[in-house]
Protein backbone atom coordinates (compact mmCIF):
# COMPACT_ATOMS: atom_id res chain seq x y z
CA UNK A 1 0.00 0.00 0.00
CA UNK A 2 1.42 3.27 -0.69
CA UNK A 3 1.92 6.20 1.51
CA UNK A 4 -0.52 9.38 0.88
CA UNK A 5 1.07 12.16 -0.34
CA UNK A 6 -0.41 15.25 0.05
CA UNK A 7 1.19 19.12 -0.59
CA UNK A 8 -0.45 21.71 1.48
CA UNK A 9 0.29 25.44 1.24
CA UNK A 10 0.23 27.95 4.26
CA UNK A 11 -2.42 30.37 4.47
CA UNK A 12 -0.05 33.16 3.49
CA UNK A 13 0.10 31.46 0.00
CA UNK A 14 -3.25 31.92 -0.66
CA UNK A 15 -3.03 34.21 -4.41
CA UNK A 16 -3.45 38.22 -3.80
CA UNK A 17 -4.77 38.45 -7.37
CA UNK A 18 -6.58 36.82 -9.74
CA UNK A 19 -4.65 35.80 -12.96
CA UNK A 20 -6.40 36.99 -16.58
CA UNK A 21 -5.18 35.35 -19.46
CA UNK A 22 -6.61 37.57 -21.81
CA UNK A 23 -3.50 39.54 -21.03
CA UNK A 24 -1.37 36.61 -22.46
CA UNK A 25 -3.71 35.62 -25.35
CA UNK A 26 -2.73 36.73 -29.23
CA UNK A 27 -5.68 37.57 -30.02
CA UNK A 28 -8.67 39.10 -28.61
CA UNK A 29 -11.68 37.55 -27.49
CA UNK A 30 -14.84 38.21 -29.91
CA UNK A 31 -17.24 40.96 -28.57
CA UNK A 32 -20.25 40.83 -26.88
CA UNK A 33 -23.01 41.64 -28.53
CA UNK A 34 -26.98 43.49 -28.45
CA UNK A 35 -29.20 40.90 -29.73
CA UNK A 36 -31.52 44.18 -31.08
CA UNK A 37 -28.35 46.46 -32.67
CA UNK A 38 -25.88 44.01 -33.77
CA UNK A 39 -23.41 45.90 -32.00
CA UNK A 40 -20.89 45.73 -29.59
CA UNK A 41 -22.41 46.38 -26.01
CA UNK A 42 -21.05 48.68 -23.68
CA UNK A 43 -20.60 48.41 -19.63
CA UNK A 44 -24.14 50.18 -19.07
CA UNK A 45 -25.82 47.63 -21.14
CA UNK A 46 -24.69 44.97 -18.31
CA UNK A 47 -24.94 47.21 -15.63
CA UNK A 48 -28.92 46.58 -14.51
CA UNK A 49 -27.61 43.14 -13.90
CA UNK A 50 -23.98 43.22 -12.68
CA UNK A 51 -22.45 45.36 -10.20
CA UNK A 52 -19.53 47.84 -11.83
CA UNK A 53 -16.82 46.10 -10.70
CA UNK A 54 -17.56 42.69 -11.90
CA UNK A 55 -18.52 44.51 -15.00
CA UNK A 56 -14.68 45.61 -15.15
CA UNK A 57 -13.49 42.14 -14.82
CA UNK A 58 -15.79 41.28 -17.55
CA UNK A 59 -13.87 43.10 -19.95
CA UNK A 60 -10.58 43.13 -18.26
CA UNK A 61 -7.28 42.92 -20.10
CA UNK A 62 -5.36 43.16 -17.28
CA UNK A 63 -3.04 40.69 -16.07
CA UNK A 64 -3.36 40.57 -12.52
CA UNK A 65 -6.21 41.51 -10.63
CA UNK A 66 -6.12 41.96 -7.05
CA UNK A 67 -8.13 39.98 -4.57
CA UNK A 68 -9.76 42.27 -2.13
CA UNK A 69 -8.87 41.49 1.23
CA UNK A 70 -12.15 40.43 2.63
CA UNK A 71 -12.61 37.51 -0.01
CA UNK A 72 -9.16 36.40 0.81
CA UNK A 73 -10.13 36.56 4.91
CA UNK A 74 -13.12 34.51 3.78
CA UNK A 75 -10.75 32.11 1.32
CA UNK A 76 -8.70 31.46 4.49
CA UNK A 77 -11.56 28.98 5.21
CA UNK A 78 -10.62 26.33 3.41
CA UNK A 79 -7.92 27.67 0.68
CA UNK A 80 -5.53 26.60 -0.19
CA UNK A 81 -6.99 23.71 -0.84
CA UNK A 82 -4.89 20.25 -0.69
CA UNK A 83 -2.91 18.99 -3.98
CA UNK A 84 -2.80 14.55 -3.76
CA UNK A 85 -0.43 12.48 -5.73
CA UNK A 86 -2.68 9.84 -6.78
CA UNK A 87 -0.04 7.12 -5.76
CA UNK A 88 -2.92 4.16 -4.97
CA UNK A 89 -4.59 5.28 -8.27
CA UNK A 90 -1.43 4.89 -9.52
CA UNK A 91 -0.90 1.66 -8.67
CA UNK A 92 -4.36 0.33 -9.42
CA UNK A 93 -3.53 1.32 -13.15
CA UNK A 94 -0.07 -0.07 -13.02
CA UNK A 95 1.17 3.02 -14.65
CA UNK A 96 4.60 4.58 -14.88
CA UNK A 97 2.40 8.32 -15.21
CA UNK A 98 2.46 10.30 -11.99
CA UNK A 99 -1.08 11.31 -11.32
CA UNK A 100 -1.68 14.54 -9.24
CA UNK A 101 -5.14 16.20 -8.14
CA UNK A 102 -6.18 19.27 -7.00
CA UNK A 103 -9.35 18.66 -4.41
CA UNK A 104 -11.37 21.50 -4.35
CA UNK A 105 -14.04 19.55 -2.36
CA UNK A 106 -13.12 20.79 0.93
CA UNK A 107 -15.30 24.37 0.55
CA UNK A 108 -17.96 24.63 2.63
CA UNK A 109 -20.30 24.07 -0.36
CA UNK A 110 -18.25 21.33 -1.35
CA UNK A 111 -16.72 22.41 -4.97
CA UNK A 112 -14.56 25.23 -6.50
CA UNK A 113 -17.88 27.43 -6.98
CA UNK A 114 -17.37 29.58 -3.65
CA UNK A 115 -14.20 30.60 -4.93
CA UNK A 116 -16.27 32.89 -7.56
CA UNK A 117 -19.53 32.99 -5.27
CA UNK A 118 -17.50 34.99 -2.24
CA UNK A 119 -16.29 37.24 -4.91
CA UNK A 120 -19.22 38.20 -6.69
CA UNK A 121 -21.16 38.33 -2.73
CA UNK A 122 -18.55 40.79 -2.07
CA UNK A 123 -18.67 43.21 -5.05
CA UNK A 124 -22.47 43.24 -4.65
CA UNK A 125 -22.35 44.26 -1.34
CA UNK A 126 -19.86 46.82 -2.07
CA UNK A 127 -22.29 48.12 -4.42
CA UNK A 128 -25.02 48.01 -2.11
CA UNK A 129 -27.25 45.23 -3.88
CA UNK A 130 -29.91 43.69 -1.65
CA UNK A 131 -30.78 40.66 -3.36
CA UNK A 132 -29.38 38.34 -6.25
CA UNK A 133 -31.06 35.96 -8.03
CA UNK A 134 -29.77 32.87 -10.02
CA UNK A 135 -30.20 29.34 -11.37
CA UNK A 136 -28.70 26.22 -10.45
CA UNK A 137 -29.15 22.90 -12.29
CA UNK A 138 -27.73 20.54 -9.87
CA UNK A 139 -27.52 22.72 -6.66
CA UNK A 140 -23.71 23.34 -6.22
CA UNK A 141 -23.74 26.89 -7.91
CA UNK A 142 -27.09 27.50 -6.05
CA UNK A 143 -25.99 26.17 -2.86
CA UNK A 144 -22.10 27.96 -2.93
CA UNK A 145 -24.17 31.11 -3.60
CA UNK A 146 -26.89 30.62 -0.71
CA UNK A 147 -23.11 30.29 1.63
CA UNK A 148 -21.36 33.23 0.39
CA UNK A 149 -24.40 35.85 -0.09
CA UNK A 150 -25.31 34.62 3.50
CA UNK A 151 -21.71 35.89 4.73
CA UNK A 152 -22.44 39.55 3.65
CA UNK A 153 -26.23 39.49 4.49
CA UNK A 154 -27.53 39.74 0.77
CA UNK A 155 -30.95 37.66 -0.20
CA UNK A 156 -30.57 34.95 -2.76
CA UNK A 157 -33.35 33.77 -5.11
CA UNK A 158 -32.38 30.49 -6.80
CA UNK A 159 -34.46 29.01 -9.71
CA UNK A 160 -33.17 25.68 -9.68
CA UNK A 161 -33.97 23.66 -12.94
CA UNK A 162 -37.11 21.29 -12.53
CA UNK A 163 -35.81 17.94 -12.82
CA UNK A 164 -33.18 18.93 -10.39
CA UNK A 165 -35.52 20.12 -7.76
CA UNK A 166 -37.56 17.08 -8.05
CA UNK A 167 -34.61 14.60 -7.46
CA UNK A 168 -32.70 16.59 -5.24
CA UNK A 169 -34.55 18.38 -2.30
CA UNK A 170 -31.25 17.60 0.13
CA UNK A 171 -29.72 20.75 -1.98
CA UNK A 172 -32.86 22.53 -1.80
CA UNK A 173 -32.99 22.11 2.01
CA UNK A 174 -29.00 23.15 2.07
CA UNK A 175 -29.92 26.16 0.28
CA UNK A 176 -32.52 27.57 2.98
CA UNK A 177 -30.02 26.14 6.04
CA UNK A 178 -28.05 29.31 4.20
CA UNK A 179 -31.24 31.26 4.03
CA UNK A 180 -31.73 31.15 0.28
CA UNK A 181 -35.19 31.21 -1.45
CA UNK A 182 -35.36 28.30 -3.69
CA UNK A 183 -37.94 27.53 -6.63
CA UNK A 184 -38.43 25.05 -9.30
CA UNK A 185 -38.04 26.83 -12.79
CA UNK A 186 -39.71 27.20 -15.10
CA UNK A 187 -42.04 28.69 -12.28
CA UNK A 188 -45.05 31.06 -12.66
CA UNK A 189 -42.89 33.92 -10.88
CA UNK A 190 -41.73 35.18 -14.14
CA UNK A 191 -42.64 35.90 -17.69
CA UNK A 192 -40.02 33.73 -19.10
CA UNK A 193 -41.30 30.92 -16.67
CA UNK A 194 -45.18 30.85 -17.89
CA UNK A 195 -44.35 31.81 -21.23
CA UNK A 196 -42.58 28.16 -20.62
CA UNK A 197 -45.19 26.53 -18.94
CA UNK A 198 -48.02 27.58 -21.26
CA UNK A 199 -46.16 25.75 -24.34
CA UNK A 200 -45.07 22.67 -22.03
CA UNK A 201 -47.12 22.23 -19.02
CA UNK A 202 -45.17 19.38 -17.81
CA UNK A 203 -41.25 21.08 -18.81
CA UNK A 204 -38.63 19.59 -16.63
CA UNK A 205 -37.00 22.98 -16.97
CA UNK A 206 -33.47 23.52 -18.35
CA UNK A 207 -30.44 25.79 -17.08
CA UNK A 208 -31.14 28.44 -20.19
CA UNK A 209 -34.78 28.62 -18.75
CA UNK A 210 -33.92 29.08 -15.11
CA UNK A 211 -31.26 31.96 -16.61
CA UNK A 212 -33.97 33.66 -18.27
CA UNK A 213 -36.39 33.73 -15.02
CA UNK A 214 -33.37 35.01 -12.76
CA UNK A 215 -32.18 38.07 -15.37
CA UNK A 216 -35.89 38.93 -15.96
CA UNK A 217 -35.95 39.29 -12.30
CA UNK A 218 -32.76 41.32 -11.73
CA UNK A 219 -33.74 43.70 -14.52
CA UNK A 220 -36.92 44.51 -13.23
CA UNK A 221 -35.93 45.34 -9.86
CA UNK A 222 -33.49 48.26 -8.66
CA UNK A 223 -32.07 46.70 -5.48
CA UNK A 224 -31.63 43.10 -7.10
CA UNK A 225 -28.77 41.91 -9.17
CA UNK A 226 -28.16 38.57 -10.93
CA UNK A 227 -25.00 36.33 -11.26
CA UNK A 228 -23.88 33.54 -12.72
CA UNK A 229 -22.20 30.62 -11.46
CA UNK A 230 -19.59 29.61 -14.84
CA UNK A 231 -19.61 30.52 -18.35
CA UNK A 232 -18.20 34.41 -17.81
CA UNK A 233 -14.92 35.87 -17.97
CA UNK A 234 -15.39 37.21 -14.57
CA UNK A 235 -16.10 34.03 -13.01
CA UNK A 236 -13.11 31.93 -14.67
CA UNK A 237 -10.85 34.75 -13.32
CA UNK A 238 -12.12 33.81 -9.38
CA UNK A 239 -11.20 30.36 -10.09
CA UNK A 240 -7.60 30.94 -10.87
CA UNK A 241 -6.51 30.75 -7.37
CA UNK A 242 -6.84 26.76 -8.10
CA UNK A 243 -4.21 26.77 -10.86
CA UNK A 244 -1.90 29.83 -8.89
CA UNK A 245 -1.87 27.21 -5.92
CA UNK A 246 -1.37 24.10 -8.18
CA UNK A 247 1.66 25.42 -9.85
CA UNK A 248 2.75 26.36 -6.56
CA UNK A 249 2.25 22.82 -5.07
CA UNK A 250 3.67 21.13 -8.28
CA UNK A 251 6.92 23.24 -7.64
CA UNK A 252 6.94 21.28 -3.99
CA UNK A 253 6.23 18.20 -5.50
CA UNK A 254 9.28 18.76 -7.68
CA UNK A 255 7.25 17.89 -10.69
CA UNK A 256 5.53 19.95 -13.80
CA UNK A 257 2.34 18.53 -15.16
CA UNK A 258 2.90 17.67 -18.99
CA UNK A 259 -0.63 16.87 -19.42
CA UNK A 260 -3.57 18.47 -17.53
CA UNK A 261 -7.09 17.71 -17.67
CA UNK A 262 -10.49 19.22 -16.10
CA UNK A 263 -14.01 18.60 -16.78
CA UNK A 264 -16.07 21.52 -18.31
CA UNK A 265 -19.68 22.40 -18.20
CA UNK A 266 -19.52 26.00 -18.43
CA UNK A 267 -15.89 25.44 -18.59
CA UNK A 268 -14.71 27.95 -14.99
CA UNK A 269 -13.24 25.22 -12.59
CA UNK A 270 -11.51 23.82 -16.18
CA UNK A 271 -10.10 27.16 -16.91
CA UNK A 272 -9.65 27.86 -13.34
CA UNK A 273 -6.81 25.16 -12.90
CA UNK A 274 -5.67 25.50 -16.88
CA UNK A 275 -5.06 29.30 -16.85
CA UNK A 276 -2.40 30.04 -15.15
CA UNK A 277 -0.38 27.07 -16.67
CA UNK A 278 -1.36 28.32 -20.41
CA UNK A 279 -0.19 31.65 -19.36
CA UNK A 280 3.31 30.68 -18.18
CA UNK A 281 3.61 28.92 -21.44
CA UNK A 282 2.61 32.03 -23.46
CA UNK A 283 5.05 33.73 -21.96
CA UNK A 284 7.55 31.36 -23.02
CA UNK A 285 7.52 28.59 -20.22
CA UNK A 286 7.20 24.73 -20.71
CA UNK A 287 4.32 23.69 -22.69
CA UNK A 288 1.33 21.73 -21.42
CA UNK A 289 -1.04 19.45 -23.23
CA UNK A 290 -4.68 20.93 -22.11
CA UNK A 291 -7.44 18.36 -22.35
CA UNK A 292 -11.43 19.25 -21.87
CA UNK A 293 -13.65 16.56 -21.13
CA UNK A 294 -16.89 16.83 -21.57
CA UNK A 295 -20.19 14.58 -21.28
CA UNK A 296 -21.40 12.79 -24.81
CA UNK A 297 -25.56 13.63 -23.97
CA UNK A 298 -24.14 17.34 -24.18
CA UNK A 299 -21.06 17.77 -25.71
CA UNK A 300 -20.89 21.93 -26.56
CA UNK A 301 -17.06 21.57 -27.51
CA UNK A 302 -17.27 18.63 -29.33
CA UNK A 303 -19.97 18.95 -31.07
CA UNK A 304 -21.27 22.33 -31.34
CA UNK A 305 -20.64 25.13 -33.59
CA UNK A 306 -18.70 28.15 -32.55
CA UNK A 307 -21.12 30.95 -33.37
CA UNK A 308 -22.93 33.59 -32.04
CA UNK A 309 -25.99 32.67 -29.21
CA UNK A 310 -27.94 33.23 -26.56
CA UNK A 311 -27.09 32.23 -22.94
CA UNK A 312 -30.77 31.53 -22.20
CA UNK A 313 -33.61 29.61 -23.59
CA UNK A 314 -35.84 32.91 -22.85
CA UNK A 315 -33.15 35.15 -25.09
CA UNK A 316 -32.66 37.60 -22.75
CA UNK A 317 -29.15 37.86 -22.53
CA UNK A 318 -26.57 39.60 -24.81
CA UNK A 319 -24.98 37.82 -27.89
CA UNK A 320 -22.09 36.07 -27.12
CA UNK A 321 -19.85 33.71 -29.40
CA UNK A 322 -18.85 30.21 -27.94
CA UNK A 323 -19.68 26.70 -28.66
CA UNK A 324 -22.86 26.44 -28.58
CA UNK A 325 -25.61 23.23 -29.14
CA UNK A 326 -28.41 26.22 -29.40
CA UNK A 327 -29.98 27.38 -26.64
CA UNK A 328 -33.57 25.60 -27.20
CA UNK A 329 -31.03 22.19 -26.07
CA UNK A 330 -32.15 20.18 -23.64
CA UNK A 331 -30.01 17.83 -22.60
CA UNK A 332 -31.47 14.26 -22.50
CA UNK A 333 -33.25 13.46 -19.30
CA UNK A 334 -31.31 10.46 -18.48
CA UNK A 335 -28.16 11.71 -18.45
CA UNK A 336 -27.34 12.12 -14.79
CA UNK A 337 -23.32 13.59 -14.93
CA UNK A 338 -24.50 17.17 -14.57
CA UNK A 339 -22.40 19.19 -17.24
CA UNK A 340 -25.96 20.42 -19.00
CA UNK A 341 -25.39 23.59 -20.17
CA UNK A 342 -25.60 24.34 -24.23
CA UNK A 343 -22.92 26.25 -24.77
CA UNK A 344 -18.94 26.84 -23.33
CA UNK A 345 -17.52 29.91 -22.00
CA UNK A 346 -16.55 32.29 -24.72
CA UNK A 347 -13.08 32.72 -23.17
CA UNK A 348 -12.73 28.28 -22.88
CA UNK A 349 -13.86 28.18 -27.03
CA UNK A 350 -11.49 31.37 -28.16
CA UNK A 351 -8.42 29.09 -26.24
CA UNK A 352 -10.17 25.89 -28.42
CA UNK A 353 -10.23 27.48 -31.40
CA UNK A 354 -6.45 29.22 -31.02
CA UNK A 355 -5.68 25.25 -30.31
CA UNK A 356 -4.12 26.18 -27.20
CA UNK A 357 -6.59 23.25 -25.68
CA UNK A 358 -8.52 19.72 -26.93
CA UNK A 359 -11.44 18.20 -26.52
CA UNK A 360 -13.18 15.33 -25.96
CA UNK A 361 -16.81 13.62 -24.63
CA UNK A 362 -17.36 10.73 -22.55
CA UNK A 363 -19.98 8.40 -22.03
CA UNK A 364 -21.60 8.45 -18.28
CA UNK A 365 -21.26 4.90 -17.74
CA UNK A 366 -17.44 5.04 -18.10
CA UNK A 367 -16.87 8.27 -16.11
CA UNK A 368 -18.83 6.42 -13.59
CA UNK A 369 -17.12 3.74 -13.10
CA UNK A 370 -13.58 6.09 -13.16
CA UNK A 371 -15.13 7.68 -10.20
CA UNK A 372 -15.86 4.59 -8.76
CA UNK A 373 -12.20 3.63 -9.01
CA UNK A 374 -11.14 7.00 -7.55
CA UNK A 375 -13.32 6.53 -4.82
CA UNK A 376 -12.04 3.00 -4.17
CA UNK A 377 -8.45 4.06 -4.58
CA UNK A 378 -8.08 7.34 -3.23
CA UNK A 379 -11.16 7.43 -0.67
CA UNK A 380 -13.25 10.52 -2.33
CA UNK A 381 -16.39 9.42 -3.90
CA UNK A 382 -16.10 12.46 -6.55
CA UNK A 383 -19.31 14.66 -7.97
CA UNK A 384 -20.19 13.21 -11.02
CA UNK A 385 -18.87 15.88 -13.25
CA UNK A 386 -15.70 15.21 -11.82
CA UNK A 387 -15.69 11.68 -12.91
CA UNK A 388 -14.98 13.02 -16.42
CA UNK A 389 -12.19 14.60 -15.17
CA UNK A 390 -10.95 10.96 -13.58
CA UNK A 391 -11.94 9.37 -17.06
CA UNK A 392 -9.76 11.64 -19.46
CA UNK A 393 -6.79 10.98 -17.15
CA UNK A 394 -6.66 7.44 -16.24
CA UNK A 395 -6.98 7.75 -19.89
CA UNK A 396 -4.00 9.33 -20.10
CA UNK A 397 -2.49 7.16 -18.11
CA UNK A 398 -3.13 4.18 -19.61
CA UNK A 399 -1.74 5.70 -22.58
CA UNK A 400 1.64 5.92 -20.84
CA UNK A 401 1.54 2.19 -19.49
CA UNK A 402 1.35 1.31 -22.99
CA UNK A 403 3.98 3.52 -24.21
CA UNK A 404 5.95 2.88 -21.38
CA UNK A 405 6.21 6.36 -20.77
CA UNK A 406 5.84 8.18 -17.74
CA UNK A 407 4.61 11.57 -18.04
CA UNK A 408 3.50 13.79 -15.20
CA UNK A 409 -0.85 14.15 -15.14
CA UNK A 410 -2.52 16.61 -13.46
CA UNK A 411 -6.56 17.04 -13.38
CA UNK A 412 -8.81 19.40 -10.88
CA UNK A 413 -10.89 17.20 -8.56
CA UNK A 414 -13.54 19.51 -8.91
CA UNK A 415 -15.84 18.31 -5.77
CA UNK A 416 -16.89 15.57 -3.94
CA UNK A 417 -20.03 13.85 -4.74
CA UNK A 418 -22.08 13.25 -0.84
CA UNK A 419 -25.35 15.09 -2.81
CA UNK A 420 -25.41 12.90 -5.75
CA UNK A 421 -25.45 9.52 -4.38
CA UNK A 422 -28.81 8.94 -6.29
CA UNK A 423 -26.77 9.14 -9.37
CA UNK A 424 -24.72 6.81 -8.40
CA UNK A 425 -27.08 4.32 -6.70
CA UNK A 426 -28.92 4.33 -10.75
CA UNK A 427 -24.89 3.27 -11.82
CA UNK A 428 -24.71 0.50 -9.40
CA UNK A 429 -28.62 -0.49 -9.93
CA UNK A 430 -27.40 -0.28 -13.83
CA UNK A 431 -30.51 2.30 -14.18
CA UNK A 432 -28.06 4.18 -16.22
CA UNK A 433 -28.29 4.59 -20.28
CA UNK A 434 -25.62 5.53 -22.72
CA UNK A 435 -27.41 6.91 -25.44
CA UNK A 436 -26.37 9.93 -27.55
CA UNK A 437 -28.51 13.09 -27.26
CA UNK A 438 -31.19 13.23 -30.01
CA UNK A 439 -29.31 14.03 -33.49
CA UNK A 440 -32.60 15.68 -34.62
CA UNK A 441 -33.57 17.84 -31.65
CA UNK A 442 -29.76 19.11 -31.67
CA UNK A 443 -30.16 19.82 -35.44
CA UNK A 444 -33.12 21.76 -34.84
CA UNK A 445 -31.18 23.95 -32.08
CA UNK A 446 -28.73 24.77 -33.97
CA UNK A 447 -31.36 25.77 -36.95
CA UNK A 448 -32.44 28.72 -34.33
CA UNK A 449 -28.88 30.13 -33.85
CA UNK A 450 -29.08 33.74 -34.70
CA UNK A 451 -28.25 34.99 -37.84
CA UNK A 452 -25.28 37.89 -36.66
CA UNK A 453 -23.79 40.07 -39.53
CA UNK A 454 -19.74 38.61 -39.98
C1 LIG B 1 -20.86 23.35 -11.44
C2 LIG B 1 -19.89 22.29 -11.43
C3 LIG B 1 -19.19 21.93 -12.60
C4 LIG B 1 -19.44 22.54 -13.93
O1 LIG B 1 -19.16 23.90 -14.03
P1 LIG B 1 -17.81 24.48 -14.66
O2 LIG B 1 -18.08 25.92 -14.77
O3 LIG B 1 -17.63 23.81 -16.00
O4 LIG B 1 -16.73 24.15 -13.72
C5 LIG B 1 -18.25 20.93 -12.51
N1 LIG B 1 -18.01 20.30 -11.36
C6 LIG B 1 -18.64 20.62 -10.22
C7 LIG B 1 -18.30 19.87 -8.96
C8 LIG B 1 -19.60 21.61 -10.21
O5 LIG B 1 -20.23 21.93 -9.08
Redesign the pocket.
Known amino acids: MSDTVKYVLSEDRIPRSWYNILADLPEPLPPVLHPGTGQPIGPDDLAPLFPMALIGQEVSTEREIEIPEPVRQIYRQWRPSPLYRARRLEADLDTPAKIYYKY??VSP?????PNTAVAQAFYNKDAGTKRITTET??G??GS?LAYAACLFGIDVDVYMVRVSFEQKPYRKAMMESYGARCVASPSTETQAGRAVLEEHPDSTGSLGIAISEAVEVAAQNEDTKYSL???LNH??LH?TVVGQEALEQMHMAGNYPDILV???????????MVNPFLGRQLRGGPKVRVIAVEPAACPSLTRGKYAYDFGDTGHLTPLVKMHTLGSTFVPPGFHAG??R?HGM?PLVSHLHQLDLIEARAYHQKECFAAGVQFARTEGIVP????THAIKGAIDEAMKCRAAGAGRTILFNM???GHFDMQAYSDYFADNLTDQAYDEGELAMALAGLPSVAA
Open positions: EGAGSHKGAQWSGSVVLQGCTGGGSNFAGGLYAAPEACGH
